[in-house]
Nanobody, 115 residues
Framework: QVQLVESGGGLVQAGGSLRLSCAAS????????MGWYRQAPGKQRELVAV???????NYADSVKDRFTISRDNAKNTVYLQMNSLKPEDTAAYYC?????????WGQGTQVTVSS
């Protein structure tokens, strides 16, 4: 059984920062990709950022130069540092890991940015 536990969401004013964490535990053989997605009310879930086991990253255009994804392979944890937050960043944020067996999703953490 694999579990993903997310933390770090909350309410912040525009221009502020938050750091999300997602720790994976359980029977994990190897994690290839780790990533963050978000879903705003009435919209489809979208990719925010992804990082490979080797550290290569990819970001949505809307968050480039504001968000930074990182991972600690020893702890099976992925982080998302979010700076210069905007009201349009308001959404439920979900982490996802891709293993050789299957993909796993976290339960989501809410990020709300007030104007």
């Amino acid at each position: 059984q694999v579990q993903l536990v997310e933390s770090g969401g909350g309410l912040v004013q525009a221009g502020g920062s938050l750091r999300l964490s997602c720790a994976a535990s359980g029977s994990i053989f190897r994690i290839d990709l780790m990533g963050w997605y978000r879903q705003a009310p009435g919209k489809q879930r979208e990719l925010v950022a992804v990082i490979s086991s080797g550290g290569s990253t990819n970001y949505a255009d809307s968050v480039k130069d504001r968000f930074t994804i990182s991972r600690d392979n020893a702890k099976n944890t992925v982080y998302l540092q979010m700076n210069s937050l905007k009201p349009e960043d308001t959404a439920a944020y979900y982490c996802k890991i891709v293993t050789v067996r299957r993909d796993y999703w976290g339960q989501g953490t809410q990020v709300t940015v007030s104007s």
